[in-house]
């Protein structure tokens, strides 16, 4: 079925970019090490031009009756003047994702903005060198500086912070790569990140990146989490955050 997911968005790509399709590419789980029972379909997408409003809309809506069956689905789209030659941060066309499903599904497509965590995508699109459909990312994407990848990940953090309750085993998880990506300069998965992170972490701290983990691989259900401890391991990981800033 991921498969299928893949070609439903190739095809959706296909039809609204037309000839100014440069290739779309991998990024996220799929490239680090595989897709988890949890992982988002994370595809990026490079045109040669700029998208008009309703290009953006059409995206959208066809992108609503593809995601969730099953994998929920991420799209960004970037046009190629905006990252080659490379400058931090560029400006993306469109970024899809079910966290803003509400508001798309009452028209709200947000127009071109800056978009830091492109550094991210780039640079792990970059590690597989494959894409989905086009040129290879190499052929694409200039190499992205360490110090904008990281910059982009210290920069997300207060947003992370902010989704902690709602969203509590993604946030704890995203902090715990984050932390292990500045310390070793490698991104890797969530799952590989919270190994790492759990030998280097006070025993008190354990639990719940082994509970987010476990959850994040299909071993246990997600279920209510102590918000009081689910902070303090927030707190701690962002003040070694902060230390390696």
Request: net charge negative; glycine share 6%; hydrophobic share 40%.
């Amino acid at each position: 079925m991921t498969v299928e997911q893949l070609d439903a968005v190739t095809d959706v790509l296909r039809d609204v970019l037309g000839a100014s399709l440069v290739g779309a590419y991998l990024h996220g789980s799929s490239v680090l090490g595989g897709l988890r029972p949890r992982s988002d379909l994370d595809v990026l997408a490079v045109g040669s031009r700029h998208l008009a409003h309703g290009e953006k809309r059409e995206l959208v809506d066809r992108l609503l009756t593809i995601s969730l069956r099953p994998r929920p689905i991420e799209l960004t789209v970037v046009s190629e003047q905006e990252i080659r030659p490379w400058r931090y941060p560029p400006n993306i066309e469109l970024q899809y994702g079910d966290w803003l499903r509400a508001e798309l599904e009452r028209g709200e497509v947000e127009p071109s903005n800056p978009a830091p965590d492109l550094a991210i995508l780039i640079s792990i699109a970059l590690q597989s060198d494959a894409a989905l459909m086009g040129s290879p990312p190499s052929e694409v994407f200039d190499p992205v500086p360490w110090a904008d990848v990281a910059n982009a990940m210290i920069r997300g953090t207060p947003g992370l912070l902010d989704d902690l309750e709602s969203d509590t085993r993604n946030v704890l998880l995203t902090l715990v790569r984050i932390w292990c990506s500045l310390s070793t300069g490698e991104i890797r998965t969530k799952d590989a990140a919270a190994e790492w992170a759990l030998p280097r972490l006070p025993p008190p701290q354990r639990s719940a990146v082994e509970r987010a983990r476990a959850i994040y691989l299909g071993e246990q259900e997600e279920d209510t989490w102590d918000v009081v401890s689910a902070r303090r391991l927030a707190e701690h990981l962002v003040v070694e955050i902060e230390r390696l800033r």
